[in-house]
Nanobody, 123 residues
């Protein structure tokens, strides 16, 4: 499984970005997908996830109502639409994959990680 994240960039506070993560295999529909982020000097933290089983979504409280995770199984792609961005959202964003349909907030649940894409929000 190879994951390729893209879509990061520099945006002003209040703006929007959409991140994409493409999975290279043939069984994307059987993977739950997550987004995590890591700011300088901080630990990697959960952002959002979408289960392969029923498409259930979960969000960190800090992004709930601003970010939306979705998936397109035909394109082997998971998206993270980020609206109303804040300077505190500045981080490297990573996508991750797991065959597990639960415990999606936990880093240890995921066995596959993408390379990360930088998101910078200016004030």
């Amino acid at each position: 499984v190879q994951l390729q994240a893209s879509g990061g960039g520099l945006v002003q506070a209040g703006g929007s970005l959409r991140l994409s993560c493409v999975e290279s295999g043939r069984t994307f529909s059987r993977y739950s997908m997550g987004w995590f982020r890591q700011a300088p000097g901080k630990e990697r933290e959960f952002v959002a996830a979408i289960s392969w089983k029923g498409g259930e979504t979960v969000y960190a409280d800090s992004v709930k109502g601003r970010f939306t995770i979705s998936r397109d199984n035909a394109r082997n792609t998971v998206y993270l639409q980020m609206d109303m961005l804040e300077p505190e959202d500045t981080a490297v964003y990573y996508c991750a994959a797991t065959t597990n349909p639960w415990r999606l907030r936990l880093i240890a649940t995921y066995g596959y990680w993408g390379q990360g894409t930088q998101v910078t929000v200016s004030s």
